[in-house]
């Protein structure tokens, strides 16, 4: 399919999508209904989950929203630090499916929006567009994903990070955040109230910046600025919603280390924060290991109720993405083209070099020399100074690969009741274009510090993507009485393209387009407390723009990913009790997987440009169990619980598993047990989680504390104030907490972390 379109096509599809009838449902939503969120979500056919409350409560303001979903059943959620300051080292895991560095498998929409992906390079999660005080909640469908999700990586479920909606009444907030590892945060909003007798609207901002919490000094952090808009504007029958959404952010990424290392030093990563003038080892200062990411979001969703029982809805939207990896590798490069002859664009490495006279002519080590450092690997006598005499200059690189990216598109979604049947049915349009580009400076005086010159000394590539993107899904549900059943069937028709940005030329195309992809469910309604669930559904996943970045893939060759997921569950509710179990079965196949090139170092290869390839290997199967129970004792006392069973395992040989292989990083066991009090004005929490063996990385349980007090004030400027005070693992305990999925390295948890918030509403 040949689906290259344009904005001004783009436009003429939003406007005939106007015919489809969708669903307007927006509710107004504040800090109060928040407290009223139970965990067993929407009534369908698979397992489903929305926050609690006291989910929000257990991380500080300055923390990743990310973290919120940590105590669902199912779902893993780890990150480099407390606060969620390194997407580097952030990984999501439910089911055996994982969202990190290499793996994209999980779905993710804000207001129903596509994120745009979730990868390091170029993608977006979550936290990059909602502030946590801005958030109303978080639906998570574990396993099958949402027919009307607008995703590409949905194979393993989905997330629905749903905004707040501006308050009915004039107010302003401010909050200030206060903890270790210099963790500071300013927050404002500011909501209108009704303003031209039928909108209301807010906006925000945030400042956040921490230091990492390994080492000391100049052992990097994180700064991120972000800002909000959302305006409601109701004009009978028809509701308009537009968000904004802008986030700035620089962090200083988190490193993976081995078992033995940790073993060794559990509370160091590796990289270090005095620089020593020694590029074999300033390549690990932190500082130089960066993510710099700028994104901006924006929405109009237009709700028309058509009658009683039919509406629709159509939501444009538009997404910039600009940002930069950042490496130091400890040496220059020398770059030629086919013919041999040295360029400053393209080609390949031909040499590298670690010293040079002081004219600057690269040096070789003295014959017969061999001196070596072991630490972080072996240098080899290329880059030992003692190799050299004293006049040698040391030299470096500072590395930095850019991403940017443009989408626009639509969603169209519609609902008609009629008779015993309620049909759905919509599209999503997308284009998408993306940059990657890599280019090297040269360090000014590695003896100094990692200061570079801003002229590149080679662009090692720079590649273009188009990936043009539209789905159509059609539901009906049947309704029974007691029983009720739903069929519905989705097709995606996905054009990806590469091209060679100093050439122009086309050098990549690839068709992902899906089969019919069919679920269908039931829901039967024993009485007024206890339903059950049955679903199934084929979930879809399509090749990604990244494996055409390298050039030894064979693209006739490779296949979407594909996933067959089964849930059967009960459901029990009473006014005291929310209760939900789910087994579930899943059958992953076409599994995409790269396959680097062979190196010739223990190290770092900073040189693999757009070397290596990705292919089909097998599988993964996966079945399990999941338990979530939520029990209000009483006015004051309310507990929650959640168990996960999971065992997957692969399907199929490939380099670094065998087939029933565990999965790497996958969780088999996971338990949560939280507790929250509530008197009066005053409320404390606590709560534990125990993560079971992943690999080779063992056990552990971590446990969190939070307390707050709320002081109401009538007939003065400030209506109230609120303290809150947020401790992540009290007991500190030392652990791996996620792997990067090659099986051999992990990410250190973080310590025990405290802040507190002051918060004054006006």
């Given at each position: 399919?040949?689906?290259h379109y344009s904005k001004n096509l783009i436009t003429l599809a939003i406007a005939s999508a106007l015919s489809l009838p969708v669903v307007a449902a927006e ?471 590469k091209t060679d940005g100093f050439t122009g030329q086309q050098t990549g195309k690839v068709n992902s387009d899906s089969d019919v992809l069919f679920s269908t ?235 507190m918030t002051f918060a004054a509403n006006f």
């Amino acid at each position: 399919m040949t689906f290259h379109y344009s904005k001004n096509l783009i436009t003429l599809a939003i406007a005939s999508a106007l015919s489809l009838p969708v669903v307007a449902a927006e509710s107004q939503q504040n800090d109060k209904t928040m407290e009223e969120v139970t965990v067993v979500a929407k009534k369908l056919s698979h397992a489903n989950h929305v926050i609690e409350a006291s989910m929000v409560r257990q991380q500080s303001p300055a923390s990743s929203i990310l973290a919120i979903m940590d105590n669902l059943p199912g779902i893993s959620i780890n990150e480099g630090d407390a606060f969620g300051g390194d997407d580097w080292s952030t990984s999501i895991t439910m089911r055996g499916f994982t969202i990190d560095g290499n793996q994209q498998q999980l779905g993710m929409t804000i207001d129903g929006i596509p994120n745009g992906g979730s990868n390091y390079g170029g993608g977006a999660k979550a936290n990059r567009y909602l502030d946590s005080e801005n958030m109303n909640t978080i639906e998570v469908s574990q396993g099958t994903s949402d027919i009307s999700s607008a995703s590409l990586e949905a194979l393993g479920g989905t997330f629905n990070f749903v905004s707040a909606d501006p308050l009915f009444e004039q107010a302003t907030k401010m909050a200030y955040t206060d903890g270790d590892h210099d963790a500071s945060r300013y927050f404002i909003r500011h909501d209108t109230g009704r303003i031209f007798d039928n909108t209301y609207a807010y906006m925000s901002y945030s400042s956040t910046s921490t230091s990492r919490w390994v080492g000391e000094g100049s052992n990097g952090g994180m700064q991120r600025e972000h800002a909000e808009v959302k305006f409601i504007t109701e004009l009978g029958n028809l509701s308009i919603t537009g968000r904004l959404s802008y986030d700035d952010a620089d962090e200083d990424n988190y490193n993976s280390v081995s078992i033995d290392q940790f073993n060794q030093t559990p509370d160091w990563d590796q990289l270090t924060w005095n620089w020593t003038g020694t590029p074999h080892f300033d390549q690990m200062f932190a500082e130089g290991w960066s993510t710099l990411r700028e994104n901006t979001l924006a929405y109009v969703k237009f709700d028309y109720q058509l009658s009683d029982n039919a509406s629709f809805q159509i939501t444009p939207y538009f997404h910039k993405n600009k940002g930069r990896g950042d490496w130091i590798p400890p040496y220059l490069v020398s770059a030629v083209d086919s013919e041999g002859n040295p360029v400053t664009e393209g080609g390949s490495i031909d040499s590298s070099y670690g010293f040079t006279d002081q004219n600057g002519t690269p040096l070789a080590p003295a014959t017969g020399c061999e001196q070596s450092f072991t630490w972080p690997w072996d240098s080899g006598s290329a880059l030992h100074p003692a190799c050299y005499n004293d006049s040698a200059v040391p030299v470096m690189s500072y590395r930095h690969t850019h991403y940017e990216k443009d989408r626009v598109g639509f969603t169209a979604n519609g609902q008609w009741s009629i008779a015993m049947n309620d049909i759905k049915l919509g599209l999503w349009a997308e284009s998408n274009e993306r940059t990657e580009s890599r280019d090297w400076h040269k360090v000014i005086d590695a003896r100094v510090y990692h200061h570079f010159d801003a002229t590149p000394y080679w662009t090692q590539y720079n590649n273009e993507f188009q990936t043009d993107t539209l789905k159509f899904y059609l539901q009906d549900t049947l309704d029974f009485g007691a029983l009720s059943l739903n069929l519905g069937v989705q097709k995606y028709l996905v054009d990806i393209e590469k091209t060679d940005g100093f050439t122009g030329q086309q050098t990549g195309k690839v068709n992902s387009d899906s089969d019919v992809l069919f679920s269908t469910g039931a829901i039967y309604q024993v009485n007024n407390n206890i339903e059950l669930f049955a679903g199934y559904s084929e979930n879809f996943s399509a090749i990604k723009d990244g494996v055409l970045e390298r050039d030894a893939s064979t693209l006739e060759d490779i296949e979407p990913e594909t996933a067959e997921n089964i849930d059967l569950g009960l459901r029990y509710n009473n006014d005291d009790i929310s209760f939900s179990a789910t087994y579930y079965t899943i059958d992953f196949e076409n599994r995409i997987t790269f396959i680097a090139p062979g190196s010739d170092t223990d190290g770092i290869d900073y040189n693999i440009g757009t070397n290596g390839s990705y292919l089909n290997v097998g599988g993964i199967e996966s079945d399990g169990f999941e338990i979530s129970v939520n029990y209000r004792l009483n006015e004051q006392w309310n507990l929650y619980s959640s168990y996960t069973n999971n065992d997957s395992r692969y399907v199929g040989d490939a380099p670094g598993f065998s087939a029933g292989d565990k999965v790497l990083d996958s969780v088999d066991d996971m338990f949560v047990l939280s507790s929250d009090y509530t008197q009066g004005d005053f409320r404390v929490g606590a709560s534990g989680k125990y993560t079971g063996e992943r690999g080779d990385a063992p056990s552990y349980t971590t446990f969190d504390f939070n307390a707050g007090y709320f002081i109401p004030f009538s007939g003065h400027t400030i209506s109230s104030i609120d303290i809150s005070f947020v401790i992540t693992n009290i007991t500190d305990e030392s652990y791996l907490s996620t792997g990067t999925g090659n099986g051999t390295t992990f990410f250190i948890g973080a310590p025990r972390t405290a802040s507190m918030t002051f918060a004054a509403n006006f």
